[in-house]
């Protein structure tokens, strides 16, 4: 599985990862809109860095999530392993899709590893 960071402004870039990934536009839509406004939900009182993520389950379900941090900051929760916690607790297994919103070019790898395995 590989990491993709697309611009989502761009409609050939849309057309071609719906097309690689076996999405609609309709459900790339539904991530990119759900994703941008789960991180208005993140708990970052130390950073004020709000991520939101969203997954597509294999099922269609879309299961939202956003960043947590705790007093022992910078540790705490990404985004997609929040989504991720909530979607195994909901009995999902099979995912088709993951959309995070970062309002910056800064990745945590430790993220990108764990939402691949």
């Known amino acids: 599985m590989s990491t993709t960071i697309l611009q989502s402004s761009d409609a050939s870039i849309v057309?071609?990862?719906?097309?690689?990934?076996?999405?609609?536009?309709?459900?790339?839509?539904?991530?990119?809109q759900r994703c941008s406004a789960a991180k208005a939900t993140a708990y970052c009182p130390y950073s004020q860095f709000r991520v939101g993520a969203t997954i597509l389950a294999g099922d269609g379900e879309f299961i939202d999530g956003a960043n947590v941090e705790n007093a022992a900051y910078p540790v705490g929760t990404c985004a997609e392993r929040v989504a991720f916690g909530k979607a195994v607790t909901e009995g999902k297994d099979k995912f088709r899709a993951v959309c995070k919103y970062v309002f910056s070019k800064q990745r945590c790898g430790l993220d990108s590893a764990e939402s691949r395995e």
Request: glycine content about 6%.
């Open 15 to 32: 057309a071609q990862t719906c097309e690689t990934y076996k999405l609609t536009h309709a459900e790339f839509g539904t991530l990119r």
